[in-house]
């Protein structure tokens, strides 16, 4: 057998990295899916390519390894984009029963967008992130979803951090920590 460096294992790895991450965060949550990532995911299996790495020779071994530092980058890509690989998840999924649920909810008088709470983390002593999933018939939010830089909405009560689209009409608004829908500061 020819020793040759293998470039589909760097791939694997990087495939691996997303199918391992999806299940944490989407069932752990954003932060709880983070951390359990980072505290098992990331150690076990970079522990398992080094002594992967260990029993193999040549270019193999350099392949293994570069397998490592495939997934260790994918990890970071993913975990700094963990809250949008979330969203996108769930709304691959869930999309339906999400829409189903926001225009369920009764018009409100205020002049206020349809809502329901779409995700939230926190930690004690630390406070809690509400995100916020909005039906916006008119697509008014579009625009602050491109700019993506924090501001006062029409149709949100308070300031937001971020808006972020997930289709035509629906649209995620990310609180400040403390913030809610109901409680602005």
């Keep these: 057998m020819r020793d040759r460096f293998n470039w589909l294992l760097p791939f694997y790895a ?18 709880g899916g983070e951390f359990l990532y980072v505290l098992l995911a990331i150690p076990i299996i970079s522990i398992a390519l080094i002594v992967l790495a260990f029993f193999k020779r040549g270019r193999l071994r350099l392949a293994v390894l570069s397998m490592l530092v495939v997934f260790w980058a994918s990890s970071w890509g993913l975990l700094k984009n963990a809250l949008e690989v979330r969203s996108e998840v769930r709304w691959l999924f869930l999309s339906r029963h999400y829409k189903a649920k926001v225009l369920a909810e009764p018009v409100p008088a205020n002049g206020e967008l349809k809502h ?8 004690a002593g630390a406070g809690d992130t509400d995100v916020f999933l909005v039906y916006d018939p008119s697509d008014s ?19 937001v951090y971020k808006i972020r689209r997930l289709e035509s009409h629906y649209y995620t608004a990310l609180f400040y920590t403390d913030t809610s829908w109901d409680q602005c500061n």
């Design 141 to 159: 939010l579009s625009a602050a979803a491109k700019n993506q830089a924090p501001g006062k909405f029409n149709g949100i009560p308070c300031e």
């Design 14 to 31: 990087a495939v691996g990295a997303l199918f391992l991450f999806v299940p944490f965060i989407t069932t752990f949550g954003y932060d």
């Design 116 to 123: 329901i709470e779409w995700d939230g983390w926190g930690f």
